[in-house]
Structure formats: C-alpha cells, structure tokens
C-alpha cells in the first residue's frame, strides 16, 4: 500500500470513529433531561464543572444545559467569588485563566444548588464530606444519581469503607466514582487525558431513557480531550486512588536518595502489586483488569508517582533528612500530603488483620515516615516478599 | 506497640530476610561449579559481567570465579581494549570510571571465551547476533545454556521469532531470557534495581546440583542493588522488552506536543493494554501477570517512557517537526532508536494478519512515523479502541 492511500486509511477510520461516536449519542434519548450539579470548586471541582457544562450545553436533549456548582462563598478583594465567577466566568482563586461556560453557575447555597439534582457530583477536599452529607441528608432528590470525584477510603474499626459507599449509605442514593490520571491543571487548559468513571445500576433502576446509566455518564463527562471509560469497579478505582499516594512517597525517597529511574520504576512495580493484593483481600468483587488496564489504575499510579505533592515531600526527607512533619510544613503551606495519612491508617488497619507482612512496601513506607527507619533499607524491606514469590 | 518495638520488629524482619537468603544459598550445592561467560562488552553486556562475576567469587562452590567476556578488540589510544580491561579492570570506552571485579576476564576470541562454558550470557547488539551464533555453532559444549540479555525479537514471513528462540534453534541448547527496568548505567553505579530472569527447565534437565535451574541462576543475577526475580515466561518478558521502545515514541510524541503527564501515563496504559494482548495473540503460553507484576513488564516500560532514545527522539521530531530518520541522526550520532524498526515490523506483521485495528497505538505510531499522521491525532486513533472496550 503506498504512503498516499495508507493516509487515507487513517483519515477514514478517524472520520469513522467520530462519526460512530455521534451517532451513538443522538440515539441515546431520555424522557427527561437529567439536572446535574457539582458540590465543590477547588482546581479539579471546578475543572470537571467545566467538563460537565460543556456537555450539558453541547446535548440538551441529555441535559439541563445549566449546571449548579457550590462554591464555598469567599471575598477576593472585597467582591464575592460567586459574583466573580458568574460575572467574569473565570475561577480567579481557584482555577485562574481558564475561561468557564457560561452555563456553569455558581451558587452559595448548598441545598438550593443540590435540592434538584438528578446527578451530584461530589468534588470537595475528603475532609469536609461528612459535615456536607450531613447538611444534604433530606434535601435532595430520592431518586438522585451520585458521583465522587474524592479519592480514596476511610479506614476505621470496622474496616476499610469507600468514600462513595459512605454517600450511599448516609443519603440513601447510589454513589459511582471518578478517578484518572488527572492532574488538574493540564485537564483544565485542554490537555489531552484519560479519566475511568465506575458506575453500579441500583437496584431500583428505572430503565433505559429514564435513568442514569453508562451511557449517559460517558456522554456527561467524555470530552475530546478527556476520555472517559466507563466501569463497574467502584471499589477498584477508589482503592487504587488513595493507595498510589503511598506508593508515591516511596517513589520520592528513592529519588531523592538520587537512585534514579530504575529505582523509581521499582517502587512503582512493588506497589502496583501491593494495591492489587489489598483490593484482592478487602475488595474481592474489584477486578484485577482494573488495576492495570484503567486509567485511574496504573496511569494515574505513573502520573502520581512522576511529581506531585506526595513525591516532593518524600524527596526533600530523603535529601535534607527532615521529618515528615516537617517537610510538609515547608513544602505544602499548610496543605497535606494525603499519603502521609493513607499509609498510617493501612499500617493501622493491617496490624489489626495481622497482616502487615504481607505488604512489605506499605508498611516500609509508614516505618520511615513514623518511624524514623533509615530509606535505603527499602530494597531488603521489600525482598522480603520476592523471597517468597519466587520460590 | 510503642514506636522503638516498632523499629527492633523492623530490623528483626530485615535479620531474618538476608540469614534466610544466605541459608538458601549455602544449601544450594552443585556437582562441579558452573563455567559462566558474557559474549558482549558493551555498556550494558560489561554491566551484567560485573554482576555475575561479583557472584561468581562469592559463591565458589558454585560457580567458576573466573568469567571470561568476549570483548571485540580494539586500538584506544594505541592500546588493546582487551589489555586495558584487564590491567586496569575498567572498560574505559563503554563503562569508564566503574571499577571491574578482577575475576572478570576480558577475552578477543570468541570460540576461546565460549569453548568451555556452562553458562553463555549474551549481551550484544541485536543486530550482531546471527554472525556471533553462526560462528559459535559446533564450538560450544552441547550441555551450555544459554540467557540472553538482549531485548525483543524478529518479526519475518514465518511470524514473530524471539531471540532466545533463535539462539535455541541454531544453536541447540536451552536459552532463557534477563530483562528489566535496568538503565545500564544506574545499575553499574549500584544503585538498586530490579530485573527478571526468565528461564524453563530443559527436557534434557539432568537434574539437582548437576544442571543450571531456577536457584543457580537467582544465585548468578542477584546482588543487594540488583534484585533477581526468576519465572518461566521467557516469551512475556521478550515481548514487552522489545514493544516498550513503540510505546516510547507515543509518550515522546505527546511529550513533546507538551500536553505534559496525564497524557504520557494514558499513552503507557494503553502500551501497556497492547503489549498484553500482543503477547496473547501470538504467544499464548505468555502470563498476563508477566506484563504488570515484573520488573521486565510495566516496571521496564515505565523507566524507558521516562527517558531514553525513543522518548528523545520522538519529543524531537515534535518540536522541530522533523521525520524520525532526521531526528535520529540529529540527536543519537550514529545510533538508532528501536521502536522506530520495531513498530515497522509489527507494523508489516499485523498487516498480514489483518489485525492492525486491534492495535491502536502501535498503528498510530507507525502511521507518524511513517506516514507523516499527525501527532496530535493520537488520542482519537486510540479512541477507537476504547469505543469498543466500553460497549
């Protein structure tokens, strides 16, 4: 085949493949375009507002085209960040230069913003979920869709719950999940990336063009530049996005011990094995497949694990053999970095199964940030696992 | 438990994991110590020869200490490499500044280095592999095994041939295969990595203490910053060495398009996804487990889309808007980058099959390598896969 018609070729299954696409989505019909709002307007909340509006604005037959996102109201020099942000359709505190549609609103009131939502989309740092739960419990839609773009887990006498069966079980509705290698800012300006949302039927499903289902979740939140695969696994996807956090850490202290790319390659293979096995054990519906062939399995761990909060405050313990506290305070002004959490509440949920020896890298981790265990015995920490897979 | 029982609890773990790796090894006895040589002193082959001859004065009842390496001889600075090496125990022209076991023992004939070996590691340039092995035909004990460091494999008429296979066939004694997430020189400075040996049991096995099995060659590989894991899967770890180099340019392409991480981890995760099923399409008797759980899958796939030829290379023809073959020459004197030969072949391959549309990502690759497709057309070509994967 000559280069000419091999252009061609591409050409036509690219013309193929968009065609494809909207044609699927001018078939998919509702009777009633759902309501969708977005609780938080940090950088990713107000990012996947953006995402969403898009879509709600580009297929009205799917959509309320207008999109309700609660903003903790604040001053910016005097004028409310609500007002900003209705006004001049820019995020000025949060998500500065990046122009928003103009059928995002921005709303002070929680409950006037969720009280007629079909969808909830919670994105709102995992520390204020309860208390807004809480606020919301009554005043919503029973027959309300929810998802969580939070990452992560509680863990807790009872064991580990996932933040979206928190939801559930708190408001009675069903809770999905988000998750992806999505740092936001690159999301925010266009930048092409993959995102996995994972998504149950409840059990009183209303049918087909009645309620929510995969379909219209992929046409909510798939954008050209933002991928969207859409899965069952809620459990996979929220395990794999707390526990990478851990993992990144260990990734930091090799690096910063100035180990190098093989090392960092390392820590990554151990840990992507070690969040399979901990979804295995406390999760056993989570699918494997999940872990490696999802964009919020192994591409977020790789994004995660090539910079971030969590890798920085690891690398500057390892060069200036500070504490964990300590790095923090300098690094993060007055942020965290959630796998200083994550690994010490595992440790804490592991020692009560007994079963800390099996996750050799996680324990490694929590013992040098709580411990004060030197880094470079990182490699002996976790052969101990390999003398075992190997025999 | 009070943090220093924590730490005494560590270090115990830590005791008992080096006493149970030394007891493992000074039980494992053979009947005479096994020969072992390295055909190749390149950076990578002078790498391995150091490694296994640390191991091999370690372990004298196991292994002959001394190791020859085939080195092809040449004049620097009016002097023999081959004298160099072995008075100053340095290869000074592709491993300057690392200092050589002396037991390692370089060697200008090649019939002389192999004539009496048990274990011929090869570590050369893939192309100069059928001149070597033809010449060492009849030449070498017909009880030698062989591991060939050496990554990929050949694609022809007759399909997709693995080296290791290769050197099995010509020259008839079993060959297993090293590979990982081994950047030659991180691993001469003894910074910790990983890698993965891949070796199956011979029909002819003669047996416990009498022939190379899966102990000796942990025993050969593994230093304490280089760890050694063993498996069967000869055929899963030379797939994802040779087709990690064609992900590489998708990462270098979206890199250099600077849409920055969350792109280069989503073209990974669908590298990835492919590798899989390439090794499972033509290689069924390949472990899915091999490409995520080894060093020699995702851990190797991850280094080699951080850095390297291919990234450079790729991230280069974007920038400046230059063909591959340009690039090439611009940037890696003389050098060539593998993926840009490895996904022509798979290319071809895949085309005879009909099964080019069951890989996205490599098709897309070639087509901008090949055909001048644009780059920025990546994640729709690659869409097309997911379109289906979702429904």
Redesign the interface.
Known sequence: MA?SD??NQ?SN??DK??Q??NSQLSLLQVDTPFKVCVVGSGNWGTTIAKVVSENTAQHPHLFEPKVNMWVFDEKIEGTSLVSIINNKHENVKYLPNIPLPENLVANPDLLNTVGDADIIIFNIPHQFLPKIVQQMKGNIKPTARAISCLKGFEVGKKGVQLLSAYVEDELDIPCGALSG???AP??AKE????TTVAYQLPKDYRGDGKDVD?RVL?ALFHR??F?V??IEDIAGISIAGALKNVVALGCGF?EGL?????????I??VG??EIIKFGQMFFPESRVET?????A????L??TC??GRNVRVAKHMAKSGKSALDAEKELLNGQSAQGIITCKEVHEWL?TCELL?EFPLFEAVY?IV????AMD????????L??F??E
Do not use: C, F, M
């Open positions: 280069a091999r252009l591409t299954i690219l493949s968009i494809k696409s290698a999505n740092l690159e999301v930048n092409w990336s993959e995969h992929k050209p530049y991928h695969s859409v090799v100035g180990w190098g790319n093989n090392a960092s390659a390392a990554q293979r992507l094995g872990y490696y062939q999802e964009s399995g192994v591409a977020d790789i994004t090539s910079g020692e020896h013992q709580y411990n004060n265990v015995k990182i490699p002996d920490l976790i052969d101990e390999d003398e897979r190997v």
